[in-house]
């Protein structure tokens, strides 16, 4: 008995701390808590996260029945819902509404659990808002369709696109390629995944390759580079390449175009103008250039001109180099002619002399066109300049043998 009596107190202690500990969590508790009379359905304490929730005061709550706070007020959902909790002595609602007393809503879970206090039937309703997580969820929907939307977008650009758009990795090896692969190379973007990038490229420019994605993967900027590739039928594909490293991913964004047409055209542009050069450097004339005013400094002159005694450097370095050669007694009527025919735009033919740098005369038939913008303003005077010293020479001999003739007859 005296065992009894000492025990009584301590379960006395123990139970007025547990009532302390708890009522500090209901306190304290970061959700709503209100506490029901099971049989009048009338709340009997509310915890203060709940009054904050609502907007009422504590005095407001008390008394009222849990409908009437905006949770299931129809009628029918009312009745199951208490038929539900009192067969299962629990329920849970994760998509219910409350209207506080500022007329705000808010989304809340709703869990509801019966329980005995001696004689009396309780319901505890814990009420948490989920307003901001169902708002973040909302936007992460959100965000998650916009990403699949934009992923989506993406790969429409990337199978559509003209230029190769691939990823290889740190040892070189193709991740992705697009479709364009099978018009640049040959190649299905299947056929290239896992394969070596350097297994394309032209053996002649392996190096400057490889020492471009280098430089990428080191961070290093690189505007563009440009490399020989080999299509699958053995021909060449000239590529212009630009390339991003991403440490993050562990991959290089490529984007490569084909330039193949460009280079082919500058290469027999090229081809053609070496050929031109070489049909103008093989004449016996000289092909002459020069601008559309006096003195008539030469834009190009082909080399044959070093005949005069003067190298190509120094025509180029001295602007009237053309006109100090012709004979001074000629030069004035050269100059005439030149200005007339350049100011109406059309071709010019002179004859006259030049004084070579030993000192000695040739004759020159001059014939010229005036070259025009495309708004009619002279632009260039190009000539083709001919060495015909030894037909006036020839003229001038048969001229003296015919006043010979003439003189013996008389």
């Known amino acids: ?35 029901l009379d099971a049989e009048s359905r009338k709340i009997i304490d509310v915890n203060p996260y709940m009054v904050e929730l ?18 299931l007020k129809d009628e029918a959902i009312s009745k199951a819902a208490f038929a539900e909790l009192q067969e299962k002595g629990y329920i849970r609602y994760g998509d219910l509404r409350l209207e506080t007393d500022l007329g705000l809503r808010c989304e809340v879970e709703f869990i509801s659990s019966v329980y005995d206090e001696g004689d009396r039937e309780m319901i505890q309703c814990n009420i948490r808002d989920i307003t901001g997580r169902r708002a973040a969820a909302k936007h992460l929907t959100h965000v998650t369709g916009d990403l699949a939307t934009a992923s989506a977008d993406y790969k429409r650009v990337v199978d559509n696109s003209l230029d190769v758009i691939c990823q290889t990795d740190v040892e070189g090896l193709f991740v992705s390629v697009s479709d364009a692969s099978m018009r640049v190379w040959g190649y299905e973007p299947g056929e290239l995944v896992g394969t070596q990038y350097r297994h394309l490229v032209h053996p002649e420019d392996l190096d400057k390759t490889g020492h471009a994605a280098n430089n990428t993967m080191a961070g290093k900027p690189t505007s563009t580079f440009e490399n020989r590739t080999v299509h699958k ?7 212009m390449w630009s390339a ?3 440490d993050e991913d562990k991959v290089m964004y490529c984007v490569a175009r084909d330039v193949s047409e460009i280079r082919n055209a500058q290469a027999a542009l090229e081809e053609t103008n070496a050929n031109y050069r070489h049909l103008i450097e093989s004449l016996p004339a000289i092909v002459y250039l020069a601008e ?9 002159i082909s080399p044959n ?27 004035k009527g050269v100059l005439s002619e030149a200005e007339a025919a350049i100011r109406a735009g ?31 303003k002279p632009s260039g005077w190009q000539r083709v300049i001919l060495d015909i010293t030894k037909d006036k020479m020839a003229e001038a001999e048969q001229k ?6 003439q003189q013996q007859t008389t």
């Open 1 to 35: 008995m005296t065992e009894i009596l000492t025990i009584a107190p301590k379960i006395r202690i123990g139970l007025r701390a547990s009532e302390l500990r708890y009522r500090r969590l209901f306190e304290t508790a970061r959700h709503g808590i209100l506490i």
């Open 54 to 71: 609502l907007g009422y005061s504590r005095n407001e709550l008390l008394g009222r029945e849990l409908w009437e706070l905006g949770l």
């Open 233 to 239: 039928d053995g021909s060449i594909v000239y590529l």
């Open 244 to 246: 991003y490293w991403s």
């Open 292 to 300: 559309p005013r006096p003195p008539y400094t030469s834009i190009y």
């Open 305 to 331: 001109a070093a005949a005069f005694g003067y190298s190509l450097e120094e025509w180029s370095e001295r602007p009237d180099m053309w006109l100090s050669l012709v004979h001074i007694d000629d030069r």
């Open 346 to 376: 059309g071709e010019t033919e002179l004859e006259y002399r030049i004084v070579t740098a030993d000192g000695k005369i040739h004759w020159m038939r001059d014939r010229g066109q005036v070259i025009c913008d495309d708004k009619g």
């Open 400 to 405: 003296q043998a015919l006043a010979m003739m």
